[in-house]
């Protein structure tokens, strides 16, 4: 018998627990890879123009400013009028600062930005 099926056999709220997080992760793939089929070939700076002046002041409100971020991981509230659109741009300007190395604070507003859409 394999260990899914024992799992299930004991109650089945392990095995809730890890499907959930399986279809959380899943969801959080395909929105990254769509943002990416999206803004590929396109600078930050597109990037940056096709968010907008009054979104980047809202995702300012979201963020705060350097590492203010990890305090707002415990309750992520959500500015209102910020759009999914301008959230799942700004993972991408976010994964292309990872890329040339800005790590701690990107990550942390990545984490940020899934919280967000998976609240609403």
């Not at 899943?26 to 769509?34: C, G, K, M, N, P």
């Not at 396109?42 to 995702?59: F, H, V, W």
């Not at 963020?63 to 959500?78: Q, Y």
Request: charged share 35%; with cysteine.
């Amino acid at each position: 018998m394999s260990s899914l099926c024992l799992i299930r056999e004991k109650g089945g709220s392990l095995f809730r627990r890890w499907l959930r997080r399986i279809r959380r992760w899943l969801r959080r793939r395909r929105r990254t890879r769509r943002v990416r089929r999206r803004y590929r070939g396109r600078s930050i700076t597109y990037i940056k123009r096709d968010i907008g002046a009054a979104q980047t002041r809202l995702l300012r409100e979201l963020f705060g400013t350097g590492r203010a971020c990890f305090e707002r991981l415990a309750d992520p509230s959500v500015p209102v009028g910020l759009t999914n659109e301008a959230l799942e741009a700004y993972l991408e300007v976010a994964h292309r600062q990872i890329e040339r190395g800005l790590n701690d604070v990107q990550r942390c507003r990545i984490q940020l930005v899934h919280a967000a859409l998976q609240g609403r």
